[in-house]
């Protein structure tokens, strides 16, 4: 089983950027599919981006093209997720996860994830 440790959330203003990653530790990072997901107070977790077992697919989510983009990196055993033009709405507790499959949008495939980290977008 994979270990993952989120870092890098905070306090940001709006119209700020923060990049979060993730670390991974255990089996070897490729055999999994990754993602970052968010959940906010009294909400499901939401898809935030994925990327495939070897970097060659990415996809986010709506609410955020155009300022989020996710990236791996399997020699490192890293995910990033580098997030610019932040928004209030963006505020959230962000986690990453692996999945068995190739890839996956859908947090239920999910088999691993992280603690989380806090991002906060003041306005």
């Known amino acids: 089983q994979v270990q993952l440790v989120e870092s890098g959330g905070g306090l940001v203003q709006a119209g700020g950027s923060l990049r979060l990653s993730c670390a991974a530790s255990g089996r070897i990072f490729s055999t999994y599919g990754t993602g970052w997901f968010r959940q906010s107070p009294g909400k499901e977790r939401e898809f935030v981006a994925a990327v495939s077992r070897f970097g060659t697919w990415t996809h986010v989510a709506e609410s955020v093209e155009g300022r989020f983009n996710i990236s791996k990196d399997n020699t490192k055993n890293t995910m990033d997720l580098l997030m610019t033009r932040l928004k209030p709405e963006d505020t959230a507790v962000y986690y990453c996860?692996?999945?068995?499959?190739?890839?996956?949008?859908?947090?239920?495939?999910?088999?691993?994830w992280g603690q989380g980290t806090q991002v906060t977008v003041s306005s």
């Open positions: 996860g692996a999945t068995a499959l190739v890839a996956s949008t859908n947090a239920r495939e999910y088999i691993a």
